[in-house]
């Protein structure tokens, strides 16, 4: 070979190496702009991405607030214990209640009441016949008048024999009579004196004997001991009867009491002198307690109280019942909610919807589930023990449009406590 197809060789070798060096630098310098331009789309595709989802979740955040429910709302405030309302059944009394019968035998002649007729203390209400009476009456004062002329008679008798006496024992000193007749007036003096005491103890005897017949005749009179009515009428004119036998039954209906059957724990908690409100055909009565007796009943294992009525007894009967409430203080833990709150739950829970702040919107919350224990219900509302804690804020109604995690917004006129 020669040397100029040697150089020329050489020549053609080193530009076919300049050329593979220059195309591995431009390959190199494609490959970063590629990677780099890659990059860049990347990047900003994140950004497009994030910015899109930021704005999406935005606008979904705004519908969610925007669709929110609206719901009402309590504040839960923890409590030492409830109170609970038992009812009991008293029985009305009247203050008094009497058989009234004679005290002394004899034949029923005149019955002045009948039953359900309303007296007054003196009234007369029954009369025995009186004929034996009248004669005995008419005995006794003959009697009188006979031993009160006896006693005249005895009196003037002792005066005569006084003076007598006294004339004698002056002349027995001046020996003008002997001392045998003086005696003899001595005597009659002391036998006179005897005998006026005799006759005014029979006229005594025959005042008192009169006193008794008063007293017969005005047991032979029948009258109201006090104020009330007729409830029973047991025997009719013409009817001998014993003594004691009753005749008719008066009660004092316009002094009424009630007796109720109290626990013993309940009735030691009661102070006399309180006002109490009963109920009797629909209507308040305010009644008094008098007293609470020491024996528990063996009956009914209770205590009774005995109120006074004071106002509200017009047309009350006795016999009849009136309803009496008290409270009683449980001492338990809990809350009161309203019953509306409730939702049922499972193995006999139940379960309220309390609320979690929404990213700091005091007018948004979110829903949490918590299950709890109804201890006590009162009418429209329910005392309750579960994982709640005080001053939780639940749901009060409409929890069946709701589902834990829901977003819900505070109604205007329930807004969140300012705490």
Do not use: C
């Amino acid at each position: 070979m020669t040397e100029n197809n040697i150089y020329q060789n050489e020549k053609t070798s080193e530009t076919l190496n300049n050329k593979d060096k220059s195309a591995t630098f431009w390959s190199r310098n494609s490959l970063r702009l590629m990677l780099i331009v890659v990059i860049i789309i990347a990047v900003s595709g994140t950004i497009f991405f994030i910015r899109s989802s930021a704005l999406a979740s935005l606008n979904r955040d705004q519908e969610a607030l925007t669709h929110a429910i609206a719901v009402s709302t309590t504040t839960l405030q923890a409590e030492s214990h409830y109170q609970v309302k038992q009812k009991y059944s008293g029985s009305i009394t009247a203050g008094r209640e009497s058989d009234h019968g004679f005290d002394r035998a004899g034949l029923l002649a005149d019955v002045m009441v009948d039953e359900g007729d309303q007296v007054l203390k003196g009234d007369i209400l029954a009369r025995l016949d009186m004929r034996r009476l009248d004669a005995r009456e008419q005995e006794l004062n003959a009697d009188l008048a006979q031993t009160e002329a006896l006693n005249r008679e005895a009196i003037a008798r002792l005066d005569r024999a006084e003076a007598t006496f006294g004339r004698f024992r002056v002349l027995v000193k001046k020996k003008h009579i002997s001392e045998e007749k003086f005696d003899q007036v001595k005597f009659d003096l002391i036998a006179l004196k005897a005998r006026k005491v005799a006759t005014t103890a029979a006229v005594s005897k025959s005042r008192a004997a009169l006193e008794s017949l008063k007293i017969d005749r005005d047991l032979a009179t029948l009258t109201a001991r006090f104020d009330g009515s007729i409830t029973r009428r047991y025997l009719d004119e013409g009817t001998a009867i014993a003594a004691g036998t009753p005749v008719v039954r008066l009660i004092e209906d316009k002094k009424l009491e009630i007796h109720v059957g109290l626990p013993a724990a309940t009735a030691s908690a009661l102070i006399p002198g309180e006002l109490h409100m009963f109920r009797y055909q629909g209507r308040k009565v305010m009644a008094k307690l008098r007293s609470v007796l020491r024996n528990v009943d063996p009956s009914t294992r209770t205590v009774t109280a005995i109120f006074d009525v004071i106002d509200g007894g017009e047309n009350m009967r006795s016999g009849d019942l009136a309803q009496f409430s008290i409270l009683t203080d449980i001492q338990q833990p809990g809350y009161w909610l309203p019953t509306g709150a409730l939702a049922e739950s499972r193995r006999g829970l139940w379960s309220v919807y309390s609320l979690k702040p929404y990213e700091g919107k005091t007018e948004y919350a979110t829903l949490s589930r918590q299950e709890l224990q109804v201890i006590y219900t009162d009418g429209d509302r329910v005392y309750v023990q579960g994982t709640l804690q005080d001053g939780d804020r639940v749901v009060t109604q409409g929890i069946h449009r709701l589902v834990p995690g829901q977003l819900v917004r505070l109604s205007k006129d329930d807004p969140r406590d300012n705490q």
